[in-house]
């Protein structure tokens, strides 16, 4: 009798053991999340165009439950890069400099020594390395550090108040929905990757018009996110564009760019 009692107190103990051991490593799995593989491209003229190095938001909530937030957007009408450096007087050639590489800043890439001399030359430019010669002694320093003897509004006047606009629709989004808003930025395709995602509809947007050769374009799109893998959100990306696609519920408002006087 008592063999058996021990028995049954045994096995008691091995299935309360087994049931604990179930519970907490079902406790202890995450949640499935979601992964979005965003693609962005525009077409201007005959060809497609992808849409490099964009910042682009993920809002939690549809477009109608964002519906304040998308009609802010809409009347948020930014000073284009061109007529912001206008305005401050600068020279074509920073200006083409900004262009070619479609900077917001001088910081977004090197500064190469052609910049400083010969007709690749920028005025703002060499008159900042010329007073790092004198700050810094050695060319190449004078050359590195030259941004900071560049006006403030001249060295990223242009991204900061653009960033001023954005972190305000943030706060929005945010106060709107109670949930962190996420971003990633386009890579040189215009691809991107959202991960870790809690499943539910979300709207996907850059918030501010992104400026192309000639327009802005500012997208608001709609997607509900399900658990998935990488590797099969790789086979189904989420594509954007200024063309209407049956597949995707978007709203975007695509504005030329405007003539900019000095």
């Known amino acids: 009798?008592?063999?058996?009692?021990?028995?049954?107190?045994?096995?008691?103990?091995?299935?309360?053991?087994?049931?604990?051991?179930?519970?907490?490593s079902h406790a202890q799995t995450p949640a499935p999340r979601g992964v979005i593989r965003l693609k962005v491209k525009y077409k201007t003229g005959?060809?497609?165009?992808?849409?490099?190095?964009?910042?682009?938001?993920?809002?939690?909530?549809?477009?109608?439950?964002?519906?304040?937030?998308i009609e802010k957007m809409k009347q948020t009408d930014l000073l284009s890069r061109e007529c912001y450096y206008r305005k401050l007087g600068a020279s074509e050639a920073l200006i083409n400099w900004l262009k070619i590489n479609d900077c917001e800043s001088v910081y977004c890439r090197e500064i190469e020594e052609k910049y400083l001399a010969g007709s690749d030359a920028v005025p703002e430019f060499q008159a900042a390395y010329n007073q790092g010669l004198r700050d810094f002694k050695t060319p190449e320093l004078a050359?590195?550090?030259?941004?900071?003897?560049l006006?403030?509004?001249?060295?990223?006047?242009?991204?900061?108040?653009?960033?001023?606009?954005?972190?305000?629709?943030?706060?929005?989004?945010?106060?709107?929905?109670?949930?962190?808003?996420?971003?990633?930025?386009?890579?040189?395709?215009?691809?991107?990757?959202?991960?870790?995602?809690?499943?539910?509809?979300?709207?996907i947007s850059n918030l501010v018009g992104s400026e192309t050769e000639k327009t802005s374009i500012l997208w608001a799109c709609e997607k509900e996110v399900k658990a998935v893998d990488l590797a099969t959100a790789m086979k189904r990306p989420v594509t954007l564009s200024n063309e209407k696609?049956?597949?995707?519920?978007?709203?975007?408002?695509?504005?030329?760019?405007?003539v900019c006087n000095r």
């Open 1 to 24: 009798m008592e063999r058996s009692r021990n028995l049954f107190i045994i096995g008691a103990v091995i299935v309360n053991m087994i049931l604990v051991g179930d519970l907490l």
């Open 46 to 69: 005959d060809a497609p165009k992808d849409l490099s190095r964009k910042r682009f938001f993920l809002i939690k909530g549809s477009l109608e439950e964002n519906r304040g937030l």
């Open 143 to 149: 050359r590195k550090w030259l941004t900071t003897n």
């Open 151 to 203: 006006a403030p509004e001249l060295r990223n006047g242009f991204y900061s108040r653009k960033q001023d606009v954005i972190n305000a629709l943030i706060a929005q989004a945010e106060g709107a929905s109670k949930t962190k808003v996420m971003s990633v930025m386009t890579d040189r395709k215009g691809t991107a990757y959202l991960t870790d995602i809690e499943p539910g509809l979300y709207t």
């Open 245 to 258: 696609d049956s597949k995707l519920k978007c709203e975007f408002v695509e504005r030329p760019l405007p």
